[in-house]
C-alpha cells in the first residue's frame, strides 16, 4: 500500500497543504519517512488523516468560485467500528461546506471495502447540500463497496455506480472532470423528475 500515492499531476492548480481555507492548510509531510498505517500496512505520507485510523483522503482539487472539490480515498471505510462517515462530515466536509462547497467528487478506487452502520450522515450531509442544489458524486467505487453501500440506500444520497464507475478522470482537468460529472447528475435528476 505504501506505493499507492494521492494523484499529483493537479498539483500545479492546487495543493490543500497551501491552502488557507483548506482543513489541510500547513500540514507538512516527510517523505522520507513512512510512519502511518491502516493495520499493519503503511501508506504512502502524502495522503491525509482526518481521524479516521483505516480511512485516509487527499483533497486533489477545490475551486470554490464554482463550488466544488475532488477528493481522492484509500482505505477501509468503516461506519460500523469507526463511525468514519462522522469524521469525515466534521473534520473535512464541514470546513468545505463552510467556504461555500456544494459538489462534491469522492474517488474511491482505493477504497478497500465499507461495513456500515447508520445513515444519519449522510442523510444530513445530503439535506444540507439538496437546500443549494449540490451533491455527492462516488466516481470510480469498486462494485463490491457500491453494494455494500447500496445495502442500506446510500444511493438515495450519493449520485453513483454506472458511468462513474467508469470514468477515467486522470484525462480531465478539475474543471473538465466537474463538468463531466455535473451532466451525469444533472442525466439522472432528469430521469428522476
Known amino acids: 500500500m505504501h506505493t499507492l500515492e494521492p494523484y499529483y499531476s493537479w498539483r500545479n492548480h492546487y495543493e490543500s497543504s497551501s ?6 492548510y500547513q500540514r507538512s ?23 479516521s485510523s483505516t480511512l485516509f483522503l487527499k483533497i486533489l482539487f477545490v475551486d470554490y468560485e464554482d463550488g466544488f472539490a475532488i477528493i481522492e480515498m484509500l482505505g477501509e471505510w468503516n461506519d460500523c467500528l469507526h463511525n468514519d ?8 466536509i464541514e470546513d468545505l461546506e463552510n467556504e461555500g462547497i456544494i459538489k462534491f467528487i469522492l474517488i474511491g478506487e482505493n477504497v478497500l471495502n465499507f461495513h456500515y452502520s447508520d445513515d444519519s450522515y449522510y442523510e444530513e450531509w445530503f439535506d444540507e447540500l439538496s437546500d443549494v442544489d449540490g451533491w455527492i458524486a462516488l466516481l470510480n467505487f469498486s462494485e463490491h463497496v457500491l453494494e455494500d453501500m447500496k445495502t ?36 439522472r435528476i432528469g430521469l428522476i423528475g
Request: a negative charge.
Open 19 to 24: 491552502d488557507v481555507r483548506s482543513p489541510f
Open 29 to 51: 509531510y516527510n517523505e522520507t519517512s513512512y510512519h502511518t498505517k491502516i493495520y499493519n500496512h503503511f501508506i504512502h505520507p502524502q495522503w491525509d488523516d482526518f481521524g
Open 85 to 92: 462517515i462522522m469524521l469525515l462530515k466534521r473534520e473535512v
Open 152 to 187: 442500506i440506500d446510500l444511493d438515495s444520497f450519493f449520485v453513483m455506480d454506472g458511468e462513474l464507475s467508469e470514468i477515467g478522470w486522470r484525462t480531465f482537468s478539475p474543471d473538465q472532470l466537474c463538468a463531466r460529472i455535473q451532466d451525469c447528475v444533472e442525466n
